[in-house]
């Protein structure tokens, strides 16, 4: 620890000197009540089917990465999901719709995905899901401890005009796989049914009406086949991109009850041909006007036409089609990322599924050696560190300084998430609790103190640190990119780089300051801040 403070102390002392300005802001954090919750595995990643042949705007990505061709063996791929404990993953992505079960009858031939050109949805022909490496995805996840969320072929029967998909859905296939998976003791957490094929679609869709009949027939399916089984998986739908009418309408049709989960998709950084994705990524108006209104949009539809199911983003990358190269697997692609987790969850958002776990420019980690992207270890802190229960910020910061706060996990107290997307501000923030706050005199009170106060307390807070009691501390995790490049793919947590050694993914320990004392967020940079000792009811 007495190392990792030292070099942290050099760290944050050059930025003082460098940056050109110096912000002073207050955080009020209300800890009364819970204005959202999320699920205890928010966190969630997902595994896709794509061949090794993929290539997308003239990258091709996604060698050996799918939930057929990636190696399940690989001893770092293994540490990097165990490290969650319980991470839930969620196997499904555009071909999952053209993947037939090798179990029981199937009416299609099952031969491994095929490249075919144009004419064919996505450019393939049909796929297929051998049992046996069904057995060896079941015998991963219960190595990992890893929570299964499998999207099922929900297009299975039917025959398409153009790109709309028309008759019932074939639930044969399904069933058999099904079947196999009980029989075999296999625990699916939840099936989730179909891919992109809400609203206009992509690639292939289907009717509202349509695919809540198609939903209440596989809903009897389950139920039929689970009646004697201790194990109730969950059912999950749509997976596709929000349209407020389609959502609606499937809603109403399927009833009551039927839908435990409602997951849509996020895209909203545009195309990964954009060349001007970092500019985005670092635009505070840009993260929030592109998706905020969805998120509010969702919950009202939810709470009136589905108020028993929960809502999960059931896959987001940021940028569509596979990932910007030098962006999507890079720290300034974490700004993005963490932001998502933050504003999703605050409209009770239950599970966030980042696209991909590996695969793609956008993945957790890398496709060849598994070692983790920067994006992993902003999960993983967030993970052990940001608990269920979302709190309200007030703020006179920047909009540049981007501010969450949840119950701390596991403990007392609360934790923040406090993204700068400044290149020039450093930022001296004091946290305050609304709860010894008089609301009547809230906008005076948010006032700050003079700038030669909080110089004073900062210069004091360096020389106290270490004899500080360890009770009255907070813990701090800054996370900085390596040598100040943001498109560099190493991340700097306190100081020192986040790499793998000797086949062990690194610990993650914060550094101690006196949480009296000012919190010093450096441009361009991400940190969590643990205060054991804040008092918030809504944690108890």
């Known amino acids: 620890m007495g190392v990792s403070l030292t070099l942290f102390l050099v760290l944050v002392s050059l930025p003082a000197i460098l940056a050109q300005e110096i912000s002073f802001a207050k955080i009020v954090v209300d800890g009364t009540t819970a204005i959202a919750e999320t699920d205890e595995n928010y966190i969630c990643a997902t595994i896709d089917w794509w061949p090794n042949e993929t290539c997308r705007y003239g990258y091709c990505t996604w060698q050996n990465s799918s939930v057929i061709t990636m190696d399940l063996s690989n001893p770092l791929l293994v540490k990097t999901i165990q490290a969650f404990k319980r991470l839930r993953i969620r196997i499904g992505g555009s071909p999952q719709d053209q993947v037939i079960y090798n179990v029981g009858n199937p009416k299609y031939p099952c031969h491994p995905f095929r490249t075919m050109g144009n004419g064919w949805l996505f450019g393939l022909t049909n796929g297929c899901l051998y049992m046996d490496r069904w057995d060896e995805v079941n015998q991963f996840f219960s190595k990992t401890g890893a929570l299964m969320t499998f999207g099922l072929n929900a297009l299975y029967g039917k025959h398409n005009q153009s790109t709309l998909w028309l008759g019932d859905w074939d639930p044969s296939n399904t069933e058999a796989l099904m079947k196999y998976t009980i029989s075999k003791g296999y625990q699916v957490d939840s099936w989730e049914f179909g891919n992109e094929l809400s609203g206009s679609g992509i690639g292939a869709r289907v009717e509202a009406d349509?695919?809540?009949?198609?939903?209440?027939?596989?809903?009897?399916?389950?139920?039929?086949?689970?009646q004697k089984s201790n194990f109730k998986p969950t059912l999950v739908a749509p997976g596709g991109f929000f349209d407020s009418n389609w959502f609606t309408k499937f809603l109403q049709n399927s009833g009551s009850g039927l839908v435990n989960i409602v997951t849509y998709h996020i895209y909203n950084l545009g195309p990964a041909n954009d060349?001007?994705?970092?500019?985005?990524?670092?635009?505070?108006?840009?993260l929030s006007s592109t998706i905020v209104g969805t998120f509010r949009n969702i919950e009202q539809i939810v709470q009136e036409y589905g108020p028993w199911a929960s809502i999960w983003v059931g896959e987001s990358g940021g940028a569509f089609g596979g990932g910007a190269p030098s962006v999507s697997d890079r720290f300034v692609n974490s700004f993005w990322y963490l932001d998502q987790l933050g504003m999703a969850a605050k409209?009770?958002?239950?599970?966030?599924?980042?696209?991909?776990?590996?695969?793609?420019?956008?993945?957790?980690?890398?496709?060849?050696?598994?070692?983790?992207?920067?994006?992993?270890?902003?999960?993983?802190?967030?993970?052990?560190?940001?608990?269920?229960?979302?709190?309200?910020?007030?703020?006179?910061?920047?909009?540049?300084?981007r501010i969450y706060a949840h119950c701390s996990k596991g403990r007392a107290g609360v934790t923040l998430l406090l993204l700068n997307l400044s290149e020039q501000s450093e930022f001296l923030i004091t946290v305050h609790n609304r709860v010894n706050i008089d609301l009547q005199e809230k906008e005076e009170s948010i006032m700050l103190k003079s700038s030669s106060k909080f110089g004073s307390k900062r210069k004091n807070s360096k020389a106290k640190k270490?004899?500080?009691?360890?009770?009255?501390?907070?813990?701090?995790?800054?996370?900085?990119?390596?040598?100040?490049?943001?498109?560099?793919?190493?991340?700097?947590?306190?100081?020192?780089p986040l790499n793998i050694t000797n086949g062990e993914i690194p610990t993650l320990d914060p550094v101690l300051n006196d949480e009296n004392t000012p919190i010093y967020i450096a441009p361009l940079s991400i940190v969590y801040i643990v205060i054991p000792n804040f008092e918030a009811p809504a944690c108890a």
């Not at 349509?210 to 689970?226: R, S, T």
């Not at 560190?385 to 909009?399: F, I, N, R, Y």
């Open 210 to 226: 349509q695919y809540a009949k198609d939903v209440i027939n596989l809903k009897k399916v389950m139920n039929e086949l689970y």
């Open 275 to 286: 060349h001007d994705l970092v500019t985005k990524i670092l635009d505070p108006s840009y």
């Open 347 to 401: 409209y009770n958002t239950k599970v966030y599924c980042r696209q991909t776990l590996v695969g793609g420019n956008y993945a957790l980690l890398n496709r060849t050696t598994y070692e983790p992207n920067p994006d992993y270890y902003s999960a993983l802190l967030w993970h052990r560190l940001m608990g269920k229960g979302v709190l309200e910020v007030d703020t006179d910061a920047s909009p540049h300084l």
């Open 466 to 496: 270490k004899a500080s009691n360890k009770s009255s501390c907070r813990e701090e995790y800054h996370l900085t990119p390596k040598d100040g490049n943001i498109q560099s793919q190493t991340s700097d947590l306190n100081g020192n």
